[in-house]
């Protein structure tokens, strides 16, 4: 019977029997979505245990865990901005590129997404980094929280990256790379978060959050490292049976009307998730500036005021 052949992430394997492919897709499929669901579950009991652990640690408590999600609150919009939707966006375009056997398409797809995402990720890092203070202050009103928005800064560029990496080779067909460095992510947020904050028991709750915080970049920035060198191990393999392939009609698009493609997906995504997201972010915000005006004259201390509108906060989330 006449051999026949497919494209996969790793390059044209061989199949001896046309009846494979149909076999391989089918398992394949299956072997996808058990590692997505098992992956997910993981996720979600680590996001458990780290949040319980993280209250009953010593001078934490509802401040701590205030001023955390304060910081993360503004974090969560330029992360939603910058990331959401993007792995569905990427692996739409590059499935539907693959299933036409325009694999030098999908890789271009895959190349303009990652410059693109890149640097609006970059800029917003850059931008969080830069001005924390002044959206501690002037937003929040409460200049520590500074801190921790920098302390997160950094992650917001390499969550874009992974996002672009992640869609990619599920387009390809593959979802080992979004659920092993989904599951090890949260892994070390988990362990790096619990840990980190433990270090720094007896210090101030803003300073633990901040550490808290701290915890997510690093685990980003390894799950990160995880998808680059996943991606770099078959690069080769990727790369090789396109190079001298012709080139269809479709890959020869301007790079404007890919990016105009991408956009036209991905933004109404990104306005979606950011409705819930601003609401809780102007709850935040209205409780923290309310607790403060109300009991201006009740707790003298700067600090006090800030420790019990960040329990309330907390209360609230």
């Known amino acids: 019977m006449k051999s ?101 398409g999908a890789h271009r797809i895959f190349k303009i997404s990652l410059v693109m995402f890149t640097s609006i990720g970059l800029m917003l890092s850059l931008a969080l980094f830069f001005f924390a203070e002044q959206i501690a202050t002037f937003v929040l009103n409460i200049p520590e929280i500074g801190h921790i928005l920098r302390a997160l800064a950094p992650a ?68 990160f490292s995880y998808l680059f060198v996943f991606y770099q191990r078959r690069r080769k393999g990727i790369l090789e049976p396109i190079q001298n392939k012709e080139v269809s009609e479709e890959a020869k698009e301007k790079t404007w009307t890919l990016v105009k493609a991408i956009l036209v997906i991905s933004v109404p995504m990104t306005l979606g998730s950011l409705v819930g997201i601003i609401n809780g972010t102007i709850d935040t915000i209205t409780i923290a500036r309310v607790v403060q005006g109300t009991y201006e004259g009740v707790l003298t201390r700067p600090e006090e005021l800030r420790a019990y509108a960040m329990e309330l906060v907390r209360n609230a989330c």
């Not at 979600?44 to 934490?60: A, S, T």
């Not at 659920?179 to 892994?187: D, K, P, R």
């Not at 433990?198 to 685990?219: E, H, K, Q, R, W």
């Open 4 to 104: 026949v052949y497919k494209y996969d992430i790793n390059g044209f394997v061989k199949a001896e029997k046309n009846g494979m492919i149909g076999k391989e897709n089918n398992t394949s499929f299956t072997k996808n979505l058990m590692m997505l669901i098992i992956s997910q579950l993981v996720i979600k009991l680590l996001g458990f245990v780290y949040r319980i652990v993280m209250m009953n640690i010593p001078g934490f408590g509802d401040v701590g865990k205030g001023f955390y999600n304060s910081g993360y609150q503004i974090y969560a919009i330029l992360l939603t901005v910058s990331s959401v939707g993007i792995p569905t966006v990427i692996s739409k375009l590059v499935a539907e590129r693959v299933g036409k056997g325009d694999n030098k």
């Open 156 to 223: 917001i560029v390499f969550v874009a990256v992974s996002a672009v990496l992640r869609g990619y080779f599920a387009g390809l067909g593959s979802m080992k790379a979004a659920s092993v460095s989904q599951t090890l992510e949260q892994f070390l947020k988990c362990v790096l978060t619990i840990t980190l904050v433990y270090s720094f028991i007896g210090s101030d709750p803003v300073i633990m959050a901040a550490a808290g915080n701290l915890a997510t970049t690093l685990a980003i920035i390894v799950s």
